[in-house]
Structures are given as structure tokens and as C-alpha cells.
């Protein structure tokens, strides 16, 4: 029978992160650190994009050859990994400081916004699982703690957290994406979904779309006095706050 006990090997990349990977004994002693490796390669992705992240981009910006710096990486997987750890950074400190989990969850979804903001690139890394490395795990214990006084369980506070870090993600990606189309177009923001708005006018009939057809006339989709996000995340908290109290 296989030793359900044994702890697998570190992925290197991960083992990276983590700052669990002995320095090379032998060959040529290193121009930079790591760290100095992921601030260049930060810097590309804040400038053009995560495509712009390859190997020969960052060891150019660094002055190295190419095969220079497999020396800090091995692969271009394992320079993502650590260039989104790098770009996510630790949960700030006014998560935590905010008075009751409520709170703590409002600053967690403006501190995971920000980050997205800062570093739209991260966005186009895909989430293939929970994230493994130091700085991501931080995030998460910062969201679990703030519902840590809570009666929900604790598969009910990570399911919490997910939908929270999922909404200020999702937040993320739209806004960006309207922002691209104001800066291809050379327009404010509010031009274009005014001309967005009017686009859908002359495409929704009445007899076809009733209910978008009204909502379009009343100028909903328009009003800047609404946040829909503010509002989804208000109602996500109103939905934990609900369940606290009915199970109370």
C-alpha cells in the first residue's frame, strides 16, 4: 500500500516562493537576486502586458543573456508564478484594522481591486487552483480572518472568501475592458457607454425585449450615480449577514 504520509516534493517554482531553494554552490556567483529578476519582469508586464513577459525580455531588461538567466528560473511557467506572487504582494493592513468581518470583507474586495488596478496583467494569468505561494496564502488567511469571530463554519468562511475575491475579480476585468475601449477610442469612459447605450437602443425592440427595452428607456444603464458592482457585493454581504442571523 502507497504511504498516504509522504509529503511530495515541492515544485521548484513553488520551492522558489517560498525562499526554499539553496543557492548554487558552484559556477559564476549571480549578478542579481531574484527579487531584482521579478521587478524587471513586473515592470514589462505593467508597461505592455503579461505578453510581454518572456525570457529573453526579462534577461534583456537585466542585461543577461538569455540562458543567463535560467539560472534564476528554469522556465517561463515557473517565472509566471513568481511574477504573479510578486505583482499580488501582502494583504494590507487595513483588513484586518476594519471593525467587524463585514467590514473586513469591504477592505478585502477594494485591497484585491487595487492590486488589479496596479497590475491589469494579472487578470490574464488563468487560475488553475488554490495558489500555493506566500503571498497569496496571506490574502486568504486575511479573508478568513476577518469572518474568524463569525458562527460560519469553515468551509462556509473559504466559500465566502472565494466569492468575494471572484466579485473584486470579475470587477477588475470588466473595468478594464472598458477602459481599453476608451483609450482605443480616445474617448472618456462615460462616452462610451453612452455610445454603448444607444448602440443596444437601436438593436432591442419592445416586442422582442421587453424588460431590457424599459430598463434601456429608463436610462439604467447610464446613470453614474449607480454602482452595480457596490451594489452586487452589498447584496453578497446582506445574503452572509441573513444566513449569521437565521442560524443564530
Excluded: C
Amino acid at each position: 500500500m502507497a504511504d498516504d504520509t509522504v509529503v511530495p516534493e515541492l515544485p521548484r517554482g513553488i520551492a522558489l516562493a517560498w525562499g526554499a531553494v539553496p543557492p548554487p554552490q558552484r559556477g559564476p556567483k549571480r549578478e542579481f537576486s531574484l527579487a531584482q529578476v521579478l521587478d524587471a519582469a513586473v515592470v514589462l508586464a505593467d508597461a505592455d502586458g503579461i505578453d510581454a513577459v518572456t525570457m529573453p525580455a526579462v534577461a534583456k531588461a537585466l542585461g543577461l543573456t538569455a540562458m543567463s538567466l535560467y539560472r534564476y528560473v528554469a522556465s517561463k511557467e515557473t517565472l509566471l508564478l513568481l511574477l504573479q506572487e510578486q505583482g499580488m504582494g501582502l494583504p494590507p493592513g487595513s483588513i484586518a484594522e476594519a471593525e467587524g468581518w463585514r467590514a473586513g470583507l469591504e477592505s478585502y474586495a477594494e485591497a484585491s481591486g487595487a492590486v488589479y488596478r496596479r497590475h491589469p496583467w494579472m487578470l490574464d494569468i488563468a487560475i488553475t487552483g488554490v495558489a500555493s505561494t506566500p503571498n497569496n496564502l496571506a490574502w486568504l488567511e486575511a479573508g478568513l480572518t476577518a469572518l474568524a469571530g463569525t458562527a460560519l463554519s469553515r468551509q462556509e468562511r473559504v466559500a465566502v472568501v472565494l466569492q468575494v475575491s471572484g466579485h473584486a475579480r470579475f470587477r477588475a476585468l470588466v473595468e478594464r475592458g472598458y477602459a481599453d475601449r476608451a483609450d482605443e477610442a480616445g474617448e472618456q469612459l462615460s462616452g462610451v457607454v453612452l455610445s454603448e447605450a444607444r448602440l443596444l437602443g437601436r438593436l432591442v425592440a419592445e416586442d422582442r425585449f421587453p424588460e431590457l427595452h424599459a430598463t434601456l428607456d429608463a436610462g439604467a444603464l447610464v446613470d453614474p450615480s449607480f454602482d452595480n458592482f457596490d451594489f452586487g457585493l452589498a447584496r453578497l454581504l446582506d445574503g452572509v449577514a441573513h444566513y449569521l442571523d437565521r442560524s443564530a
